[in-house]
Nanobody, 125 residues
Framework: QVQLVESGGGLVQPGGSLRLSCAASGRTFSNFVMGWFRQAPPGKEREFVAGINWSGSSTAYAESVKGRFTISRDNTKNTVYLQMNSLKPEDTAVYYC?????????????????WGQGTQVTVSS
């Protein structure tokens, strides 16, 4: 059974950095688009943060994180990353990675069919 497991969340001061990782089990990781979403507060709709195509040649970002966050992937390690710099209090959320069965980056949450359990990111002084 394919699973996605996020790690790397935590508490960081405004202006600080964190790198999230999402490790995927299974042999077909490299065939899929991967995305990062966030949700805050609980019950609010999940917001697209960043996405990357299967080869890493195409990426997309939410306007609110452009220039601060970078998504990347290492298909040899079945892992996708989200480097988050210049963090702001409004970045506080539970961050989820997800998989989409598509050749092109998707931004709608309902186009992703597999989700991790989430990792909490808190930006506060």
């Amino acid at each position: 059974q394919v699973q996605l497991v996020e790690s790397g969340g935590g508490l960081v001061q405004p202006g600080g950095s964190l790198r999230l990782s999402c490790a995927a089990s299974g042999r077909t990781f490299s065939n899929f688009v991967m995305g990062w979403f966030r949700q805050a507060p609980p019950g609010k709709e999940r917001e697209f943060v960043a996405g990357i195509n299967w080869s890493g040649s195409s990426t997309a970002y939410a306007e609110s994180v452009k220039g601060r966050f970078t998504i990347s992937r290492d298909n040899t390690k079945n892992t996708v990353y989200l480097q988050m710099n210049s963090l702001k209090p409004e970045d506080t959320a539970v961050y989820y990675c997800a998989r989409a069965r598509n050749l092109f980056v998707r931004i709608a949450a309902d186009e992703y069919d597999l989700w991790g359990q989430g990792t909490q990111v808190t930006v506060s002084s």
